[in-house]
């Protein structure tokens, strides 16, 4: 072949591969991850105050989307492997979401939640075609690492007082526990563990000795945040994702990864008593109480320098340390273990005795008071208090097991998305408050039945056996990528004891690595040359792009319009607040955000109860029943809201309307088992309807000590809580329950 010939084939291959736009995506990817952590990780907390953000990111993500269609459509894109396979099956989460969405509890939080699924499934798309090459999946990777890292930085200022963030120390029961952008400690745990494992992985295999140096130092950093995070749950994590993650290294690379792991531990305990001290220290000094605000505190104060300047020696010797051994024992240990690596077994060996060794490690430290005496006393507890009958692991088996009440009642496809903090009230086994089921896979349940569900095991059992047989198959093929793997098996893993997905930041993370995984094999996950001619014939290129496309577009504007609505929202109520407005001026603002989002249950009670004032001061009728006929629309998208309930209940006791009145109570006593707040009301309205209505007296009377009767049977059924488990809300009787019930037995 000439090289004219040749030059001409290799530029149009060039061409067809766009690297230029595979590389906007890479590079859109690593942005996001760079960009979005910093609104308390995209939480969603089923509250209007989360909202505004996720929609900011949606938008974000399906730009990106619209990108992926062009990329497709430009490449030639064709249903003829694995990769296209998948690019499909991602879409079927949000497709049921948006079916589920049809039937929900919830309207406006069922329609949300189909958003941020398409935002999943975008990210997914994008990092499937993105990370095809080495170096697109490297500018992700390293994105990912240097937000991981920023986060991390940011903990330790909020951590030593240089910065104060909301929650960024969480207080819990026994003091102040760290928990960074996301406000929460179990979950920044189990993030510290991925990004500590994947620092781990670099330090022992990085070829770069810079990569080596920078990956090493965080290393300790990332541990004194673990430690100081507090949490049970994740450090279970760490031994699982050991016995997950070292089947995939070299038998040499095991060796290094565990003595590095080992050596920043060591190095990390050496100094946690002492910051540990000086962190409870600061944050008296810093953290808001009821009698001062919030402050911080210089770098050069006493405390946080001795703490800085602790952590960083610890962090440079512990990488200077890491930099020696990998230079001068591991070439050593490398040649001396050559031989054994290559038999069958190698590659489990390690992790067997790992097993074993960490076995007698977590016994000793559970067991042993003299191990645990080396720990600060908060750490050394958490320690001991590992076990199944904890209050955390009692707690989290109801979740589960009221979640799976509710997929009884909602099977196929589940009571949409918010279906879990609509409904968990009415299935609770006690009253405790949840408005997460602390499980991904339990609130997945709920939301989408077992259709959803299956689909969400079948998406993650097919992305994982195609990347592990392609890892044993294609060995030429490994590399880096496998920080993909670790990132996200052990954010899956976490998640199914707690509600880390609910952090829309991280479950965008895990999609990106589940899609970024697949990405170096695309080429290899191609089907037999038959099945490719059959599957083709029937499909053109531009079909699966030109659909892609279409969503991208609709879903920009779906997103924008909820998006505008909130801010239309927001902007009204900062005027309302400001007292720079009439109601006459404030409502066409408040009605537009209704128009566009009319399901959104805060908008509906703003305009209610601006109504309801209004009301009482001008004795408008006509504003009265605008009010109502906005309280009753509200409630009918959202009829487990206990807001609306009490509303519709206050109108009919102003009223005079007892039968709707006590019908309402019924239906709040139906809905909401466990609050005593609505037991209380319904017996002292069936008291007062006694006096008031002699004819249905009797009748009155049998259900308002029906409802005492129920009141004394949940009160014994908390009784045989285990004593570690906390019940939750208090529930017995009121001082006017009492006194209600008093004047009924006396008739």
């Excluded at 200022?157 to 819990?172: H, S």
């Excluded at 990390?268 to 002492?274: E, M, P, Q, R, S």
């Excluded at 707690?498 to 993370?509: G, H, I, T």
Aim: glycine share 6%; aromatic share 14%; with cysteine.
């Amino acid at each position: 072949m000439s090289a004219r010939k040749k030059a001409i084939q290799n530029t149009a291959a060039l061409v067809k591969e766009q690297p230029l736009l595979q590389g906007l995506l890479a590079l859109g990817l690593a942005l996001f991850v760079l960009i979005f952590p910093y609104e308390r990780g995209l939480f969603n907390g089923y509250e209007y105050a989360f909202e505004s953000p996720i929609y900011s990111a949606a938008i974000y993500g399906y730009v990106l989307l619209a990108a992926t269609a062009l990329y497709a459509y430009l490449t030639g894109w064709k249903l003829n492997n694995h990769r296209s396979v998948l690019s499909i099956a991602i879409l079927l989460l949000p497709a049921i979401y948006w079916l589920s969405s049809l039937q929900a509890v919830s309207s406006y939080y069922a329609k949300f939640m189909t958003f941020v699924f398409f935002l999943l499934a975008s990210l997914f798309m994008a990092s499937l075609y993105a990370a095809g090459k080495v170096q697109m999946r490297k500018w992700l990777e390293y994105g990912i690492m240097l937000s991981a890292y920023l986060i991390v930085f940011f903990g330790l200022l909020n951590l030593f007082g240089q910065q104060y963030y909301k929650d960024a120390m969480w207080l819990a029961h026994d003091g102040y526990r760290l928990s960074s952008v996301f406000q929460y400690s179990n979950t920044y745990a189990g993030f510290l563990i991925a990004i500590f494992l994947i620092a781990a992985y670099y330090a022992a295999t990085c070829e770069r000795w810079y990569m080596r140096l920078a990956n090493s130092i965080m290393l300790v950093p990332i541990l004194i945040s673990f430690f100081l995070a507090y949490s049970r749950g994740a450090i279970v994590i760490i031994p699982v994702m050991l016995i997950v993650l070292l089947p995939f290294l070299k038998l040499a690379r095991q060796f290094a990864y565990v003595v590095y792991a080992g050596l920043s531990a060591v190095l990390t305990l050496v100094i946690l008593g002492k910051i540990t001290a000086n962190t409870e220290a600061i944050s008296a000094i810093v953290q808001p109480t009821e009698t001062k605000v919030a402050t911080t505190i210089s770098m050069f104060d006493k405390l946080p320098l001795q703490s800085w300047a602790l952590l960083a020696g610890a962090a440079l010797v512990n990488a200077g340390l890491i930099m020696l051994i990998h230079k001068k024992l591991f070439p050593w240990i490398e040649n001396k273990s050559a031989r054994l690596a290559e038999r069958k077994w190698a590659f489990a060996a390690f992790p067997a005795a790992i097993i074993v060794i960490g076995l007698l490690a977590a016994v000793l430290l559970i067991t042993s008071d003299g191990i645990r005496d080396l720990l600060p006393e908060k750490i050394a507890s958490r320690f001991e208090n590992i076990n199944l009958q904890q209050h955390s692991v009692l707690e989290r088996w109801t979740f589960y097991e009221d979640g799976l009440k509710v997929a009884k009642d909602y099977p196929l496809l589940g009571a949409g998305g918010g279906g879990w903090q609509a409904l968990y009230e009415q299935y609770q086994n006690n009253p405790y408050w949840s408005r997460q089921a602390h499980s991904f896979f339990i609130q997945t349940l709920v939301e989408v039945g077992w259709i959803g569900f299956a689909a969400l095991i079948g998406l993650l059992v097919y992305i994982y056996y195609l990347y592990i047989r392609s890892y044993i198959r294609y060995p030429e093929r490994r590399g880096s990528h496998l920080i993909f793997f670790i990132l996200a098996t052990t954010l899956l893993l976490h998640s199914a004891i707690d509600f880390d997905m609910s952090y829309v930041y991280l479950s965008a993370l895990l999609f990106i690595c589940l899609g970024a995984m697949i990405a170096p094999y695309g080429k290899s996950l191609a089907f037999k040359q038959g099945s490719e001619q059959s599957v083709q014939g029937n499909v053109v290129k531009w079909i699966y792009p030109s659909a892609i496309g279409v969503l991208a577009v609709v879903l920009l504007v779906g997103s924008a319009r909820e998006n505008g609505a909130n801010r239309t929202f927001q902007d009204t109520y900062n005027t309302a607040a400001a007292g720079q407005a009439q109601l006459n001026q404030l409502l066409p603002s408040l009605d537009k955000a209704i128009k566009t989002s009319p399901d959104h249950s805060v908008f509906s009670l703003m305009k209610y109860e601006w109504l309801m004032q209004a009301y009482e001061q001008t004795q408008n009728a006509t504003m009265k029943e605008q009010a109502l006929q906005t309280l009753a629309a509200g409630k009918t998208n959202d009829p487990y809201n206990i807001t609306f309930i009490l509303a519709q209940y206050k109108n009919f006791k102003k009223d005079g309307n007892t039968t709707e009145m006590l019908k309402v109570l019924e239906e709040g006593i139906s809905k909401f088992r466990w609050n005593i707040e609505l037991y209380d009301h319904a017996i002292v309205e069936y008291a007062a309807a006694m006096s008031s209505d002699a004819g249905n007296a009797d009748t009155y009377r049998a259900r308002a000590l029906e409802i005492k009767a129920e009141v004394e049977r949940r009160i014994a059924q908390l009784a045989t809580l285990p004593p570690e488990q906390s019940q939750g809300r208090d529930f017995s009787f009121t001082p006017a329950m009492q006194q209600a019930l008093a004047t009924i037995e006396s008739k």
